[in-house]
Protein backbone atom coordinates (compact mmCIF):
# COMPACT_ATOMS: atom_id res chain seq x y z
CA UNK A 1 0.00 0.00 0.00
CA UNK A 2 1.81 3.35 -0.97
CA UNK A 3 1.50 6.52 1.41
CA UNK A 4 0.88 9.74 -0.41
CA UNK A 5 1.80 12.76 0.65
CA UNK A 6 0.68 16.16 -0.55
CA UNK A 7 2.37 18.87 0.13
CA UNK A 8 3.85 22.40 -1.27
CA UNK A 9 7.38 22.47 -2.85
CA UNK A 10 10.02 24.57 -1.39
CA UNK A 11 12.54 24.48 -4.48
CA UNK A 12 12.85 24.63 -7.58
CA UNK A 13 10.38 22.80 -10.43
CA UNK A 14 12.97 22.75 -13.02
CA UNK A 15 16.20 21.01 -12.93
CA UNK A 16 18.87 19.96 -14.92
CA UNK A 17 18.84 16.13 -15.36
CA UNK A 18 21.87 14.67 -12.46
CA UNK A 19 22.81 12.08 -15.22
CA UNK A 20 25.69 9.85 -13.63
CA UNK A 21 29.18 10.70 -13.05
CA UNK A 22 31.59 9.98 -16.04
CA UNK A 23 28.76 9.27 -18.75
CA UNK A 24 27.10 10.66 -21.09
CA UNK A 25 23.89 12.56 -20.59
CA UNK A 26 21.44 14.15 -23.04
CA UNK A 27 21.19 17.33 -21.59
CA UNK A 28 16.96 17.38 -21.28
CA UNK A 29 15.45 19.54 -18.30
CA UNK A 30 13.15 17.69 -15.37
CA UNK A 31 10.23 19.21 -14.39
CA UNK A 32 10.13 17.84 -10.95
CA UNK A 33 6.24 17.47 -9.78
CA UNK A 34 5.82 14.40 -8.19
CA UNK A 35 8.39 11.54 -6.25
CA UNK A 36 8.02 8.21 -6.37
CA UNK A 37 5.89 5.92 -8.45
CA UNK A 38 3.04 3.03 -7.17
CA UNK A 39 3.99 0.73 -10.24
CA UNK A 40 6.11 -1.04 -8.23
CA UNK A 41 8.81 -2.66 -10.68
CA UNK A 42 10.89 -5.12 -8.94
CA UNK A 43 14.24 -3.21 -10.05
CA UNK A 44 13.07 0.72 -9.52
CA UNK A 45 15.50 2.78 -8.29
CA UNK A 46 12.92 5.49 -7.22
CA UNK A 47 12.33 2.87 -4.66
CA UNK A 48 15.93 3.82 -2.99
CA UNK A 49 16.25 7.26 -3.44
CA UNK A 50 12.00 7.83 -1.76
CA UNK A 51 11.36 4.74 0.33
CA UNK A 52 9.37 1.58 -1.33
CA UNK A 53 6.04 2.55 -1.43
CA UNK A 54 6.76 6.72 -0.53
CA UNK A 55 4.96 9.04 -2.63
CA UNK A 56 5.25 12.45 -2.61
CA UNK A 57 2.84 15.04 -4.93
CA UNK A 58 3.39 18.97 -5.13
CA UNK A 59 0.64 20.67 -5.33
CA UNK A 60 1.94 24.29 -6.06
CA UNK A 61 2.59 23.15 -9.68
CA UNK A 62 1.35 26.68 -10.66
CA UNK A 63 4.87 27.61 -10.05
CA UNK A 64 5.95 24.96 -12.79
CA UNK A 65 4.45 27.19 -15.32
CA UNK A 66 6.53 30.76 -14.36
CA UNK A 67 9.22 28.74 -14.12
CA UNK A 68 9.12 27.38 -17.66
CA UNK A 69 8.13 30.98 -18.80
CA UNK A 70 11.11 32.52 -17.21
CA UNK A 71 13.49 29.57 -18.49
CA UNK A 72 12.42 30.07 -22.10
CA UNK A 73 12.45 34.42 -21.87
CA UNK A 74 14.69 35.28 -24.48
CA UNK A 75 16.08 31.84 -25.19
CA UNK A 76 17.06 30.88 -28.44
CA UNK A 77 17.97 27.00 -27.81
CA UNK A 78 16.12 23.85 -27.95
CA UNK A 79 15.24 23.22 -24.42
CA UNK A 80 13.94 19.44 -24.03
CA UNK A 81 11.59 19.21 -20.94
CA UNK A 82 10.67 15.97 -19.65
CA UNK A 83 8.25 14.72 -16.67
CA UNK A 84 9.01 10.91 -16.21
CA UNK A 85 12.34 11.23 -14.16
CA UNK A 86 11.12 11.14 -10.21
CA UNK A 87 7.89 9.22 -11.10
CA UNK A 88 5.70 7.99 -13.97
CA UNK A 89 4.44 11.00 -15.85
CA UNK A 90 1.01 10.22 -15.90
CA UNK A 91 0.30 7.39 -13.56
CA UNK A 92 -1.48 10.21 -11.33
CA UNK A 93 -3.16 12.06 -14.21
CA UNK A 94 -6.22 11.41 -13.82
CA UNK A 95 -6.41 12.59 -9.68
CA UNK A 96 -4.03 15.58 -10.36
CA UNK A 97 -3.71 16.24 -13.94
CA UNK A 98 -1.27 18.55 -15.00
CA UNK A 99 -0.67 18.48 -18.74
CA UNK A 100 -4.16 21.00 -18.76
CA UNK A 101 -1.78 23.81 -18.66
CA UNK A 102 1.42 22.53 -19.64
CA UNK A 103 0.87 20.94 -22.69
CA UNK A 104 -0.50 24.23 -24.36
CA UNK A 105 2.61 26.60 -23.02
CA UNK A 106 4.92 24.04 -24.21
CA UNK A 107 3.34 23.81 -27.60
CA UNK A 108 3.02 27.57 -28.40
CA UNK A 109 6.82 27.81 -27.59
CA UNK A 110 8.70 28.22 -30.56
CA UNK A 111 11.78 26.01 -28.97
CA UNK A 112 10.69 23.80 -25.82
CA UNK A 113 10.04 20.33 -26.33
CA UNK A 114 8.05 18.13 -23.57
CA UNK A 115 8.11 14.38 -23.13
CA UNK A 116 5.63 12.89 -21.04
CA UNK A 117 7.52 9.17 -20.23
CA UNK A 118 5.32 6.34 -18.72
CA UNK A 119 4.49 2.68 -18.24
CA UNK A 120 0.58 3.41 -18.18
CA UNK A 121 -2.11 3.89 -20.54
CA UNK A 122 -3.53 6.97 -18.39
CA UNK A 123 -3.96 9.36 -21.52
CA UNK A 124 -7.53 9.97 -21.83
CA UNK A 125 -6.65 13.86 -20.35
CA UNK A 126 -3.99 13.54 -22.95
CA UNK A 127 -6.66 13.46 -25.82
CA UNK A 128 -8.76 15.91 -24.46
CA UNK A 129 -6.15 18.45 -25.08
CA UNK A 130 -6.22 20.36 -28.72
CA UNK A 131 -2.58 20.97 -28.85
CA UNK A 132 0.02 18.60 -29.78
CA UNK A 133 2.82 20.14 -30.74
CA UNK A 134 6.14 19.88 -29.43
CA UNK A 135 4.92 17.17 -27.15
CA UNK A 136 6.39 13.83 -27.11
CA UNK A 137 4.28 10.97 -25.40
CA UNK A 138 6.79 8.11 -24.81
CA UNK A 139 6.56 5.00 -23.20
CA UNK A 140 9.10 2.05 -21.58
CA UNK A 141 9.28 -1.05 -22.81
CA UNK A 142 10.58 -4.12 -21.80
CA UNK A 143 10.67 -7.92 -23.26
CA UNK A 144 7.23 -9.37 -22.42
CA UNK A 145 8.71 -11.71 -19.71
CA UNK A 146 10.22 -8.74 -17.76
CA UNK A 147 6.72 -6.73 -17.82
CA UNK A 148 5.14 -9.78 -16.68
CA UNK A 149 7.67 -11.01 -13.88
CA UNK A 150 9.03 -7.38 -12.88
CA UNK A 151 6.28 -4.98 -13.79
CA UNK A 152 3.33 -6.80 -12.31
CA UNK A 153 1.37 -3.67 -11.11
CA UNK A 154 2.05 -1.76 -15.32
CA UNK A 155 0.19 -2.36 -18.16
CA UNK A 156 1.08 -5.53 -20.63
CA UNK A 157 3.55 -4.67 -23.19
CA UNK A 158 0.82 -5.10 -25.98
CA UNK A 159 -1.54 -2.48 -24.31
CA UNK A 160 0.95 0.08 -23.87
CA UNK A 161 1.59 0.01 -27.64
CA UNK A 162 -2.09 -0.23 -27.85
CA UNK A 163 -2.35 3.27 -26.21
CA UNK A 164 1.00 4.18 -28.23
CA UNK A 165 -0.87 3.83 -31.00
CA UNK A 166 -3.89 5.84 -30.52
CA UNK A 167 -2.17 8.54 -29.00
CA UNK A 168 -0.26 8.78 -32.89
CA UNK A 169 -3.38 8.59 -34.26
CA UNK A 170 -4.20 11.83 -32.50
CA UNK A 171 -1.19 13.84 -33.62
CA UNK A 172 1.38 12.96 -30.71
CA UNK A 173 5.05 11.98 -31.70
CA UNK A 174 6.06 9.43 -29.57
CA UNK A 175 9.57 7.78 -28.63
CA UNK A 176 10.08 4.72 -26.67
CA UNK A 177 12.80 3.38 -24.18
CA UNK A 178 13.96 -0.18 -23.59
CA UNK A 179 15.19 0.60 -20.19
CA UNK A 180 16.08 -0.72 -18.19
CA UNK A 181 17.10 -3.91 -20.80
CA UNK A 182 17.70 -7.01 -18.81
CA UNK A 183 19.17 -10.53 -19.72
CA UNK A 184 17.30 -13.49 -18.97
CA UNK A 185 16.76 -16.70 -20.62
CA UNK A 186 15.68 -16.30 -24.54
CA UNK A 187 15.93 -12.79 -24.12
CA UNK A 188 17.08 -11.91 -27.96
CA UNK A 189 13.82 -13.20 -29.25
CA UNK A 190 11.96 -12.04 -26.02
CA UNK A 191 12.78 -8.27 -26.91
CA UNK A 192 13.08 -9.22 -30.84
CA UNK A 193 9.15 -9.75 -30.41
CA UNK A 194 8.45 -7.07 -28.40
CA UNK A 195 10.13 -4.41 -31.40
CA UNK A 196 8.25 -6.44 -34.07
CA UNK A 197 4.88 -5.48 -32.12
CA UNK A 198 5.76 -2.08 -31.78
CA UNK A 199 6.10 -1.63 -35.37
CA UNK A 200 3.15 -3.67 -36.71
CA UNK A 201 1.31 -0.86 -34.66
CA UNK A 202 3.15 2.11 -34.68
CA UNK A 203 4.40 4.38 -37.83
CA UNK A 204 7.98 4.98 -37.94
CA UNK A 205 7.64 8.65 -38.76
CA UNK A 206 5.89 9.63 -35.50
CA UNK A 207 8.89 8.34 -33.47
CA UNK A 208 11.41 11.30 -32.45
CA UNK A 209 14.18 8.76 -30.80
CA UNK A 210 14.17 5.40 -29.33
CA UNK A 211 16.87 4.98 -26.75
CA UNK A 212 18.85 2.04 -25.12
CA UNK A 213 19.64 0.93 -21.48
CA UNK A 214 20.66 -2.15 -19.34
CA UNK A 215 20.23 -2.83 -15.96
CA UNK A 216 22.47 -0.37 -13.20
CA UNK A 217 21.62 -0.05 -9.71
CA UNK A 218 23.33 1.53 -6.87
CA UNK A 219 25.28 -0.19 -3.90
CA UNK A 220 22.78 0.17 -1.46
CA UNK A 221 20.43 -1.75 -4.25
CA UNK A 222 22.52 -4.68 -4.31
CA UNK A 223 21.12 -6.79 -1.74
CA UNK A 224 17.92 -6.54 -2.91
CA UNK A 225 18.86 -7.15 -6.51
CA UNK A 226 21.22 -9.98 -5.83
CA UNK A 227 18.38 -12.05 -3.84
CA UNK A 228 16.29 -11.92 -7.70
CA UNK A 229 16.34 -13.65 -10.45
CA UNK A 230 17.34 -10.37 -12.40
CA UNK A 231 20.33 -10.18 -10.24
CA UNK A 232 21.72 -13.55 -11.22
CA UNK A 233 23.54 -12.09 -13.93
CA UNK A 234 27.67 -10.57 -13.86
CA UNK A 235 27.62 -7.62 -12.35
CA UNK A 236 30.55 -5.39 -11.88
CA UNK A 237 30.89 -1.58 -10.51
CA UNK A 238 31.33 0.99 -12.72
CA UNK A 239 33.02 4.42 -12.57
CA UNK A 240 29.70 5.86 -11.32
CA UNK A 241 29.47 3.66 -8.45
CA UNK A 242 26.66 1.62 -10.32
CA UNK A 243 26.58 -2.32 -10.81
CA UNK A 244 25.95 -2.73 -14.37
CA UNK A 245 26.70 -5.80 -16.22
CA UNK A 246 30.09 -6.21 -17.70
CA UNK A 247 30.93 -3.81 -20.67
CA UNK A 248 31.15 -6.60 -23.36
CA UNK A 249 27.97 -8.30 -21.94
CA UNK A 250 26.51 -4.31 -22.54
CA UNK A 251 28.00 -3.93 -26.11
CA UNK A 252 26.58 -6.71 -27.18
CA UNK A 253 22.89 -6.31 -26.04
CA UNK A 254 23.50 -3.31 -27.70
CA UNK A 255 24.68 -4.45 -30.78
CA UNK A 256 21.71 -6.87 -30.98
CA UNK A 257 18.91 -4.75 -30.17
CA UNK A 258 20.07 -2.30 -32.44
CA UNK A 259 20.17 -4.28 -34.94
CA UNK A 260 17.01 -5.42 -34.44
CA UNK A 261 15.66 -1.96 -34.53
CA UNK A 262 17.70 -0.88 -37.26
CA UNK A 263 15.10 -3.14 -39.77
CA UNK A 264 12.56 -0.49 -39.02
CA UNK A 265 14.12 3.12 -38.03
CA UNK A 266 17.25 4.86 -39.13
CA UNK A 267 20.29 4.72 -36.60
CA UNK A 268 20.27 8.51 -36.20
CA UNK A 269 17.40 8.79 -33.65
CA UNK A 270 18.87 5.35 -31.59
CA UNK A 271 20.89 6.09 -28.52
CA UNK A 272 22.71 4.84 -25.12
CA UNK A 273 20.98 6.40 -21.84
CA UNK A 274 23.96 6.77 -19.35
CA UNK A 275 26.23 5.01 -20.82
CA UNK A 276 30.34 5.36 -21.06
CA UNK A 277 31.96 7.09 -24.36
CA UNK A 278 33.53 3.66 -25.00
CA UNK A 279 30.37 1.65 -24.92
CA UNK A 280 29.12 4.27 -27.75
CA UNK A 281 32.42 3.80 -29.61
CA UNK A 282 31.79 -0.06 -29.42
CA UNK A 283 27.96 -0.17 -30.46
CA UNK A 284 28.07 2.52 -33.23
CA UNK A 285 31.22 3.38 -34.26
CA UNK A 286 31.43 7.03 -32.70
CA UNK A 287 33.27 9.18 -30.58
CA UNK A 288 29.84 10.39 -28.82
CA UNK A 289 30.22 13.28 -26.04
CA UNK A 290 27.25 14.53 -23.76
CA UNK A 291 27.14 17.73 -25.35
CA UNK A 292 26.98 15.72 -28.66
CA UNK A 293 23.80 13.50 -27.85
CA UNK A 294 22.24 16.82 -27.07
CA UNK A 295 22.87 17.94 -30.96
CA UNK A 296 21.64 14.52 -32.12
CA UNK A 297 17.80 14.40 -29.58
CA UNK A 298 17.99 18.35 -30.54
CA UNK A 299 18.20 17.59 -34.22
CA UNK A 300 15.85 14.71 -33.89
CA UNK A 301 13.34 16.88 -32.65
CA UNK A 302 14.13 19.72 -35.67
CA UNK A 303 13.55 17.20 -38.03
CA UNK A 304 9.57 16.20 -36.90
CA UNK A 305 8.52 19.58 -35.60
CA UNK A 306 10.54 21.24 -38.46
CA UNK A 307 7.20 23.11 -39.40
CA UNK A 308 7.47 25.08 -35.88
CA UNK A 309 11.30 25.84 -35.87
CA UNK A 310 11.94 26.87 -39.25
Known amino acids: MATVAITDKNGRFIKPCPGTPKHICCGYWIIDFAHGCPLGCSYCILNHYFGKGNITLYRNTDKIYEEINDFLQGSEEITRFGTGEFTDSLVFENEYPLYHELVPLIANSDTAVLEIKTKTVNIEQ ?19 YIARSQETRAPSIKTRISAANRIQNEGYKLAFHFDPIIIHKGWENEYRKTIDLLFEKIDREKIIYISMGTLRYPPDMRRDIS ?9 IQGSDKKFRYFRPIRTEVYRKIKEFLLQHVDEDIIYLCMESQVVWEDVFNISMSSEGLKERLDSACVNKFKLLYN
Open 126 to 144: LLKLKHRDHIIVSWSLNSD
Open 227 to 235: TTEIGAGEF
